[in-house]
């Protein structure tokens, strides 16, 4: 005998519930965190590099970094001045039960902020919330002007994006305003960075908003 | 290669529903997958494969239900299927879009066997 059950359950709902969890937890300890997520080689680990020594004069830092292998981003965090933990995820993407582990290896009781490097793809990160309060794209002038059209959920999915490599303009060929109408079309008025992590140049309008919304997260009661 | 962890939430989710309507062999799953989840099917046919093996659920057909992309056009109200994927309304051009549809990812509904020669007829624990 067959009998037929009504299920209708999301399938990432167990993700999801982590997620909330994580969240929870990171409002409880009143840490600001974020959510970087990009192609390899955008600069991820640049922009970090970039950032914490600016942010530490302010704020703890921690940072959770998902790798496919080695421990090379987590050193090199660590040797920006941050504590880092490395998940070597053997995955496409960073799941929320992943950024739970980082969280209990993390000192949260003297962390003000958690950066969260996802892993390297600009497809399989977008499916899985984190808990974390922000979510960051890195775009990057090499990559191409036509990524918003061809990864519209990921372009979607954020509160924030960073243009790195500016300073490759001149010598690529890539159409800031077909980019960013591709970019508006999907997710207006998203706050955009346009930066470059070699020259240093728009690193600190980038800090001052990483600086505002940490500061806006501490002082909630 | 998201699809691992999503077959394998499907295996859990079919496993404890079949085990709280009283256990037995799971032979359908129907799956409802929206054309903006980026899941692909094959993928998740291949895990379902290795990782059903051994348990109540192995065998178990899976069938996908896409549901098409579904977007609004928060200027004029348009719903309408985008044919290619931009988000720019087809009646007035607009970009102030709401995705209406095509972004589920969800268990519907399981087929199980109930083993046989149940002494007692538990009548039916659901409906």
């Not at chain 1, 077909?178 to 008025?189: D, K, P, S, T």
């Not at chain 2, 993928?43 to 178990?60: C, H, K, L, M, R």
Request: charged letters at 25%.
């Amino acid at each position: 005998m067959s009998e037929r059950i009504t299920v209708v359950e999301k399938i990432t709902q167990a993700n999801d519930q982590v997620a909330e969890l994580n969240r929870a937890r990171l409002d409880e300890q009143r840490i600001f965190a974020m959510n970087l997520m990009a192609s390899p080689g955008a600069g991820k680990t640049s922009l970090i590099e970039r950032s914490l020594p600016l942010l530490s004069k302010e704020f703890r830092l921690g940072v959770i970094e998902g790798d496919m292998a080695t421990s090379l981003d987590a050193d090199r965090a660590a040797a920006a001045g941050a504590e880092s933990v490395q998940i070597n995820a053997a995955s496409c993407h960073l799941d929320a039960p992943m950024v739970k582990q980082g969280l209990d290896e993390l000192d949260l009781d003297n962390l003000d902020v958690v950066i969260v490097e996802n892993v390297g793809n600009l497809i399989c990160p977008a499916s899985f919330a984190l808990g974390t309060h922000k979510s960051v794209l890195i775009a990057s002038v090499p990559e191409g002007d036509d990524k918003p059209y061809k990864y519209p959920k990921m372009y979607r999915g954020v509160e924030v994006l960073v243009i790195n490599k500016i300073d490759l303009l001149p010598h690529v060929s890539f159409d800031m305003d077909y980019f960013r109408q591709g970019v508006e079309a999907l997710n207006e008025g998203v706050i955009t960075f346009p930066l470059s992590c070699k020259s240093g140049e728009g690193i600190e309008a980038w800090v001052e908003w990483v600086a505002d919304s940490a500061r806006e997260r501490i002082g909630q009661a | 290669m998201h699809e691992l962890p999503i077959t394998q939430n499907v295996l859990e989710i079919a496993l404890r529903h079949a085990e709280e309507a009283g256990g037995g062999k799971i032979t359908n799953i129907y799956l409802v997958v929206g054309r903006l989840s980026a899941v692909v099917d094959k993928s998740v046919q291949f895990y379902w494969d290795i990782i059903s093996e051994d348990t109540p659920a192995q065998g178990a057909r899976l069938h996908f239900r896409h549901t098409p992309i579904q977007l609004e056009c928060l200027d004029c109200g348009t719903f309408f299927e985008p044919e290619e994927m931009t988000y720019i309304c087809t009646a007035c051009g607009g970009i102030h879009i709401r995705v209406a549809g095509g972004d589920e990812l969800c268990l519907e509904a399981i087929d199980v066997e109930q083993e046989e020669a149940a002494p007692a007829e538990s009548g039916s624990k659901h409906p």
